[in-house]
């Protein structure tokens, strides 16, 4: 009998440890279950995490593409403003060569313009003219009224 109490007694403990470790595995479980959606959601996050780092590589890789490209652009177009601002300082220094050329023509023109118009030198040999052609006949006249020439021929 008393091996039969001891051995009841015995079930009764296995019992409840039984009981204990069911609750413990219940207890798990749904702790299982729980960590198993975190894992989820984590799982989750992290491929939106990684579409995302994924998309943003791209847009670096397009945005590096596209900063080549302008750069590439940007060089050609400098090459250019070197190029046309040289053309600018040549055509300047022809500019400034033939203003100096057509300043020369313009005084040689202007000397010429100066020796070929003789207007006011023959105004000026006219007026000279008249008044010696004035003084001779107001000569002339005085020397006919002089009383030497009034007393008739000898």
């Known amino acids: 009998m008393s091996e039969l109490s001891h051995l009841k007694s015995l079930e009764q403990r296995y019992k409840e440890e039984n009981a204990d470790i069911q609750k413990r595995i219940d207890m798990e479980g749904s702790q299982n279950v729980d960590l198993a ?28 593409h596209n900063n080549g490209v302008l750069l590439e652009s940007n060089a050609n177009l400098q090459v250019e403003i070197d190029s046309m601002n040289n053309h600018i300082r040549v055509v300047s220094h ?61």
Do not use: C, W
């Open 37 to 64: 959606s975190q894992i989820k959601e984590i799982e989750l996050r992290v491929r939106q995490a990684d579409d995302h780092l994924m998309y943003m590589r791209r847009e670096l890789e397009q945005s590096k």
């Open 94 to 154: 022809q500019n400034d060569e033939l203003t100096r050329e057509i300043d020369q023509f313009v005084h040689a023109n202007e000397m010429i313009r100066q020796k070929l118009d003789r207007k006011p030198r023959v105004d000026e040999l006219r007026q000279r003219n008249d008044m010696e052609v004035s003084k001779s006949q107001h000569m002339v006249y005085q020397k006919s009224r002089s009383p030497t020439n009034q007393r008739g021929p000898r």
